[in-house]
């Protein structure tokens, strides 16, 4: 999926990309990216309760899961990244890395403190689960919250990235953890 220039407002959800029907196989050939929004396209909603299968499985891409560049006030939240549905097995992972923030501000919600539901899965990627890259114009405001990193669904099996959980270059005012579980 490739959102671009000032494409606003748009919900991504209960999508398989990279996985078969029902997220619990591998597609087959890889897509290079899985999600892509970029060029100010900005408020949009990847995934949402897992309760109303409002959750993506994105895995198995090529290169990255979910790569959000130039564009701001994105929420991340329900999904598996970088593991099949469930959570508890991989069969093909992103790449290069789960979600990857470049040059943008407030992605305010990559999991959320007050919703189990709305909790990210990132684990079994290639490098890390969660990069994120100001280095030309710095990503602000960025909060990661109540998401496991490196585990299974139960938050107790270790399927850990190959990279860091977490990875961050020029990135003010960005909280980690706190409220929520990381």
């Known amino acids: 999926i490739h959102i671009t220039t000032g494409a606003h407002d748009n919900f ?3 999508n398989e990309i990279g ?3 029902g997220g619990a196989t591998l597609a087959g050939p890889s897509n290079a990216v899985g999600i892509q929004i970029m060029n100010g396209s900005d408020f949009n909603a990847i ?8 959750q993506n499985v994105i895995t198995g891409n090529a290169t990255i ?3 959000i560049n130039n564009s701001d006030n994105t929420i991340i939240g329900g999904n598996y990244i970088g593991t099949l549905d469930g959570g508890a097995t991989y069969g093909g992972p992103n790449q290069i890395v789960g979600i990857y923030l470049e040059n ?7 999991g959320d403190p007050s919703a189990v539901g709305f909790m990210n899965l990132i684990s079994a990627n290639m490098g890390d689960g969660i990069s994120l890259d100001g280095s030309s114009t710095a990503v602000a405001g960025t909060v990661i919250q109540n ?3 490196g585990t299974d669904d139960s938050g107790l099996g270790n ?10 270059v020029d990135c003010p005012n960005t909280i980690i953890g706190g409220a929520g579980i990381n």
């Not at 995934?47 to 409002?54: F, L, S, T, V």
Request: aromatic fraction near 6%; avoid cysteine.
């Open 47 to 54: 995934g949402g309760d897992r309760a109303n299968i409002e």
């Open 147 to 149: 998401n496991f990193i």
């Open 159 to 168: 399927i850990g990235n190959s990279g860091n959980g977490i990875y961050g």
């Open 104 to 110: 943008g501000a407030d992605n305010t919600a990559i």
């Open 65 to 67: 899961g979910v790569q």
């Open 12 to 14: 991504i959800q209960g």
């Open 19 to 21: 996985a078969g029907l």
